[in-house]
């Protein structure tokens, strides 16, 4: 087993995810796919693990930076967790394949998210923190569905539902949806347990990696321009995803 690779794949996940407090977290499964010859299944509840360490270690910076709306990540998290743990259950739905398809979608998505420049909400002091809670757990659970489901962190799809549709400041969103992403995470890996196995040596060298420039990654984050950088990102993502769907319908042998 190639550790370096490991490890330098670990650390281009971590340092996405803290940057942007999304986004990092769909190159997870294609690379433990297509670059470590993972298993799809076994992929994504790997996937679910990194992410949900990862997330948490880039959100104890943001923390640190006080740019975390607890009760809102209490709320959107808690049931984002049923969703997780309910997508989880119902993976075994599914074949590996047709979880990569829906994965790629969902990366399509995120890139159609971070390419949008929709201005974002400037309140500050308490209105930072006021989001309909119908709303925050309507999207929860859906985002939750589909984290226990393809193993993805949903932050692509939190991050502008929190700022765009809840109101809340960009740096705000990006620093509570790390907290609800490991909830959400959390749940999906206890939904798999007992039903596929982890390569934990893997696992373990692949989320130290993540977890330590995820808190580089969110403290360069903070210092810089994410919009113009999620453009780029973005365009990396589409391609990605187009890949991995048209590999997965059979258009690529």
């Avoid at 399509?108 to 006021?130: I, P």
């Avoid at 962190?153 to 700022?163: D, E, H, K, M, Q």
């Avoid at 620093?175 to 999906?188: D, P, Q, R, V, W």
Wanted: aromatic content about 8%; overall charge positive.
């Amino acid at each position: 087993m190639d550790w370096i690779l490991i490890i330098l794949m670990g650390a281009l996940v971590g340092f996405f995810l803290g940057f942007f407090g999304s986004g990092g977290s769909v190159l997870t499964v294609p690379i433990l796919v297509y670059v470590l010859g993972l298993d799809p299944k076994e992929a994504i509840v790997s996937s679910l693990v990194i992410v949900g360490v990862t997330a948490l270690a880039g959100g104890f910076q943001k923390i640190r930076q006080h740019q975390v709306c607890y009760k809102i990540a209490l709320i959107f998290g808690g049931f984002g967790v049923v969703g997780a743990f309910g997508g989880a259950k119902l993976s075994v739905l599914f074949s590996g394949s047709q979880q990569l398809i829906i994965f790629a979608i969902l990366m399509l998505a995120a890139a159609f998210f971070m390419l949008k420049n929709k201005k974002t909400n400037e309140a500050s002091g308490s209105q930072m923190c006021r989001m309909n809670m119908g709303l925050a757990s309507s999207l929860g659970l859906g985002v939750g569905g589909l984290t226990g489901l393809v193993g993805v962190g949903g932050g692509f799809l939190i991050v502008p539902a929190l700022s765009q549709l809840g109101g809340l400041h960009l740096t705000v969103a990006m620093g509570t949806s790390l907290l609800i992403i490991t909830l959400n995470a959390l749940a999906g890996v206890l939904g798999y347990l007992g039903v596929i196995q982890m390569d934990l040596p893997l696992i373990f060298v692949f989320m130290a990696a993540s977890s330590l420039m995820s808190m580089i990654g969110s403290h360069v984050g903070s210092k810089m321009n994410a919009i113009k950088m999620k453009k780029v990102f973005a365009g990396f993502i589409i391609l990605i995803g187009v890949l991995l769907l048209f590999k997965n319908t059979g258009m690529i042998l």
